[in-house]
């Protein structure tokens, strides 16, 4: 059966320029960046070109990248880089209550170990208030990590505003940027944000490779110990071929901007339509004005969705009920819950997030499953 896939933001398929371009790194330029004979230059040469690629995405220096395992990672590092650091004396840290788990996780240790942490609201759109956040500033406060867009709903922050914040206060700002990375322009100096976590296997490259932009005036400490790689800040020999992978993947982002956002766009309007007309009962999730262009985020009343998820993976259908994280237990999704989704709908949530390699005949044939599914459920 042919597979159609619908869980981009769970993860994506690695590109076929990505793959081809890290292929030569595995049995043929196998050096370590750190030898100093030729077959070693050779990867050094290709981790900085690819350091560079990450760097232009964002506008960044490449010195202000440092690769990581991933996204996890990434922000392991920026909130326990900054609230770990000694010279920092404030304890308090302001994030939101839609972060992924990875912030959120990192956030409750760091309150295990004395932190403080504010979590913010979200109105029914999946975005905080400005007000809010310059009212829970005080003056312990070190670090605001506020995501840019999120993974479930593809709610967009007002990232702009709280970097004018931050600045003004002389607070550090970062912001986990995994879901919006090739899928929204972003510019870090123009933004002012200090720190920004990116994920490969969101954007095509593999799984097992991020990176971390910290800009050059802010100090964080390691959280891994070792060897000196990437200015003592990541310890580890380089994954040469994962951050080649990513490298590539930034470079192709970036071409590819205007195009992707617009088929995406495309592709996801088509489907709210096409829902709307065709289901009675369905509510859309999240902002439609700030939004990720390949979310749609949908709940469709009195549905269970995980009765949902497997009738449409019958039909080889993939896609996902709240988060990839959150779909292995039956605990409602954190942040349906938070944008205040009543209990009757709250069940019946889909997420679908489109990708470069769908179609308008995938999304037909997506709209004519769902439609025939939820009648058959229903009756
Ligand atoms: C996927 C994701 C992560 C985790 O990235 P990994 O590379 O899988 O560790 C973090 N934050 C957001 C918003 C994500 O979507």
Do not use: W
């Amino acid at each position: 059966m042919k597979i159609r896939y619908f869980d981009n933001s769970a993860t994506t398929k690695v590109r076929k320029e990505v793959l081809d371009k890290m292929f030569p790194y595995f049995m043929l330029e196998y050096g370590n960046p750190s030898s100093l004979y030729k077959l070693g230059r050779t990867a050094r040469v290709a981790v900085e070109e690819a350091r560079r690629n990450v760097a232009n995405l964002i506008n960044c220096d490449k010195n202000e990248i440092y690769f990581t395992s991933g996204g996890t990672e990434s922000d392991n590092t920026a909130l326990k880089g900054i609230m770990n650091l000694d010279k920092n004396n404030g304890k308090h840290l302001i994030t939101t209550k839609i972060e992924h788990p990875a912030i959120l996780n990192t956030c409750r240790t760091l309150e295990e170990n004395g932190f403080k942490v504010t979590y913010l609201n979200v109105d029914k759109e999946g975005v905080i208030n400005i007000e809010e956040l310059n009212n829970s500033i005080t003056e312990e406060t070190v670090l605001i990590s506020i995501m840019f867009a999120n993974n479930e709903i593809g709610s967009i922050q007002p990232i702009e505003e709280i970097g004018k914040i931050a600045k003004k206060r002389g607070i550090i700002f970062h912001t986990d940027a995994v879901q919006a990375c090739g899928n929204i322009d972003i510019d870090v100096k123009k933004l002012n944000i200090d720190m920004l976590s990116l994920s490969g296997h969101k954007i095509g490259a593999p799984k097992g490779i991020g990176a971390l932009y910290v800009n050059k005036n802010i100090e964080f400490k390691n959280l891994i110990d070792g060897g000196h790689q990437e200015k003592d800040k990541r310890a580890g020999t380089e994954n040469v071929p994962g951050m080649v992978g990513l490298g590539e993947a930034c470079r192709l982002a970036k071409n590819d901007m205007k195009n992707h956002i617009n088929k995406l766009k495309t592709l996801r309007d088509y489907y709210f339509e096409k829902i709307k007309e065709n289901i009675l009962d369905v509510k859309t999730n999240g902002s439609i004005e700030h939004r990720l262009p390949g979310n749609a985020n949908t709940s469709f009343k009195g549905i269970n969705g995980g009765e949902l998820l497997m009738k449409l993976d019958e039909k080889g259908i993939c896609a996902s009920a709240g988060s990839a994280c959150s779909s292995g237990s039956s605990m409602p999704s954190h942040v349906l819950t938070t944008i205040g989704l009543t209990s009757e709908y709250l069940e019946g949530t889909l997420r679908v997030t489109f990708g470069d390699e769908n179609t308008k005949e995938d999304v037909d044939y997506l709209i004519e499953s769902l439609v025939e599914i939820i009648h058959n459920i229903e009756n």
